[in-house]
């Protein structure tokens, strides 16, 4: 099974970071944080329940595709 990446809305430019190597890095250390705060955001809006579910969801679908576990990871 292949997974085609470019239709993943997670995979795309992110607008917000397109210039990132131009960047300062104090700059660029505050486009990420304030990149890695919206996950935070967004994950007060689920059930950790909802999340824990569709990374297991993401794990066996990865594990169908590619015959191993993402490096890294431990069951």
């Known amino acids: 099974m292949k997974i085609d990446l470019s239709q993943m809305i997670t995979e795309g430019r992110n607008p917000a970071s397109q210039n990132i190597d131009e960047l300062s890095t104090e700059a660029m250390l505050r486009v990420i944080n304030d990149e890695d705060k ?8 689920v059930s950790f329940g909802d999340v824990s579910w569709l ?21």
């Open 55 to 75: 990374v297991g969801v993401g794990v066996a679908v990865w594990g169908m595709a590619f015959g191993s576990m993402p490096t890294g990871w431990s069951t």
């Open 38 to 45: 919206k996950v935070s955001l967004a994950l007060l809006l």
